[in-house]
């Protein structure tokens, strides 16, 4: 089918504040230059086709005028350092794509994308658009952003703005950012502290600092992996955790208490070592040693719920995922029992709670900002043995994203198939509860991972 390209520009309705000419990028921004999808599925509109279009196209100009960042690209600047141009001359338009397709919907797949690159380009735009409509009237409206311009709170900060413009909605500005630098110890005054010290702290975990900057990444991240989808219902989800929650004492009973997200959290883990473990798949550059008899866990939360004053969320736009990881047994993840992944679980916990206070959150702001890790870049690195993303506390499905004929009835982050081997992203849908898995392990234990008896206690394989 032809595929019809538009280039959406920002219009110039609202006559805001002009944006500053770039906005370097802070060292929680500087990951690969790789990209955050979300694809969203909604049901036949009753206005034609080509109102919708030009609805969605408008729209998409009004807020690329009240979000400059998106609508920039991202450069290196005198000083080598990465800035979001947003001169006239790097405002090269947004990509904005429309298929019409003469089958019907079955799901969600690749080709829906708007760009498929594994690594963006150089001076790639920021955001990219496809709208698809099947031949039985589904409507897919598939967005990718730059991951270093923003995490997912960000990008759905700005489909969210996008989808309230194209309902006709009054604009909130107080919901807007009015300060797009990329200074997050604003929102933890008194806690960021300057770096004076000659010899600096210890890195934060699970961070390290480097001689000489990397190269590229771990040999780990790059080996061929399989992936699976599962489904946990919100019956199971409460089974989880409930099978997998410390005895509680009521000396220890605030000790000892455990979240759904922990229990999923240890029960992926063990899924994961185990069917390495089962299948003797081999520990590159990037694990652990095999000596250390421990698995490292890292995962990204969103840091603007911890600001202090409680005044970062919506007046933030960048990255701040605030990664925090746990050092676990590698018995207890590889033991099927509910007493191993209740430690697993427990271990969980307790980091988590120590590496996402506010003063922890601060002083990861602090490692990242002293010059003697940031300068020169690509020092900072950190690696684990599983990599977790949890979504499930963003509505991905909701009114907020309602273009105007109803929200969507589906929502996914992509339909390709490029992740890293020991990755997992959780999504919930709010209306039913019911928690969807994107999980990945190196082809030579995609059986045993799937044939794992603990995982198949709880979830349902989906089928691809």
Known sequence: MVIETYTIHPTGKYNRPPPPSTITLHGLDLSPPIQIHNHRFYHRPTSATSDVIDKLKSSLAEALELYPPVAGTVQANEARELCIAMDAENTLGTPFLVEMKDTPYTGDSEDLSPRTDVMLPPSSSIFAVKVTQFSCGTIAVAASINHQVADLRGFLDFLELWAQLARGETVDFTKIPDDWSRTPGRFFSGLVRESTLPTPPPPPPPFVVLPTPATGPPAFLMASSGISRWKFTKSSMERLKSD????????????????????????????????????????????????????????????????????????????FN?????????????????????????????????????????????????????????????????????????????????????????????????????????????DSGDVSVLMTVEQEGVDGLKADSLLNKYATLVPV
């Open 322 to 430: 605030a990664l925090w990881s746990a050092t676990v047994s590698r018995s207890d993840l590889t033991s099927l029992t509910c007493e191993s992944a209740s430690r697993v679980a427990l271990a969980i916990r307790n980091d988590l709670n120590i590496q996402l206070s506010p003063e922890a959150i601060a002083d990861k702001i602090s490692f990242f900002e002293a010059p003697q890790n940031a300068t020169p870049a690509g020092r900072i690195a950190w690696t684990a043995d599983v990599i977790l993303t949890n979504w499930c506390q963003f509505d991905l499905q909701g009114p907020k994203l309602d273009f105007g004929w109803g929200k969507p009835f589906c929502s996914t982050p992509g339909g390709g198939s490029i992740f890293p081997p020991g990755y997992c992203l959780m999504t919930q849908e709010k």
């Open 244 to 319: 997998f929650s410390p005895s509680v004492s009521k000396e220890h009973k605030s000790d000892l208490w455990i979240s759904s997200g922990d229990a999923l959290a240890a029960l992926l883990c063990g899924v994961i070592t185990r069917a390495r473990e089962n299948a003797a798949v081999a520990r590159l550059e990037g694990r652990s040693s095999l000596e250390s008899q421990t698995e490292r866990i890292a995962m990204a939360a969103d840091g603007r719920g911890r600001a202090p004053q409680g005044n970062m969320s919506g007046r933030y736009f960048g990255n």
